[in-house]
Every structure is written in structure tokens, then in C-alpha cells.
């Protein structure tokens, strides 16, 4: 799969993690881990980037005697979630046109 497209998927389904409730990084990677495998090494970088795009807060607060970062979406990130599924649409049609071509060819 193409880097820059994985890299896009894989933001998608960060924010996607923390939509409904703030996480921490090991929920966010055990949450995804029935639909992508994602290591925690990857997903940091992740968080990063999209807490540099606004996309994401951060704040931190004692878990049992130990500080932990939770991850909380901003309205810009819901926004990027609904941008993608519109996108999506479209790479759905640019698949299904693929496809076909495929069949006419068999």
C-alpha cells in the first residue's frame, strides 16, 4: 500500500479511536487492534502530528500514582473525519471503476 495513503488511513482511524471518549495511547492501540494493527511506536508519531495540526488536545492526569497523556478530538478533527468519509466515497468509485475494468478484461 502506498506510504502517504497508509500514513492518511491510519490518522483517520486514531481520531476515529478517541471520537466518543479521551483515550491514552495502549487503549487507543488495543481499541484498533480488531481493525488495523498498529504498534505503539507507530501510533505516537501519529499523535503528535495530529495534536501539531490541531486536530487533537493533550492533557495529563494521575493514574494510579503515574501520569498519563489522554488524547481528546477537537472539532477540527471531527471535521477531518467527515472530510474523509466524503473522500472515501470517491476512492470507492475510483475502485469500483478498477474493478471493472478488471472484469471486462477476464
Known sequence: MD???KRGLLDICVL???RDEDSYGY???KDMKPYVQI?????YPILRRLEAAQLLTVCTAEHNGRL???YHITDLGLK?????KVEWN??????????REDAQHE
Not at 504498534?39 to 501510533?43: A, G, P
Not at 477531518?80 to 474523509?84: D, S
Open 3 to 5: 506510504v502517504q495513503l
Open 16 to 18: 476515529s479511536a478517541i
Open 68 to 70: 498519563r497523556k489522554y
Open 80 to 84: 477531518r473525519i467527515e472530510e474523509f
Open 90 to 99: 470517491e476512492i470507492i468509485g475510483i475502485y469500483n471503476y478498477i474493478m
Open 39 to 43: 504498534s505503539e511506536s507507530t501510533l
Open 27 to 29: 487503549r487507543i492501540v
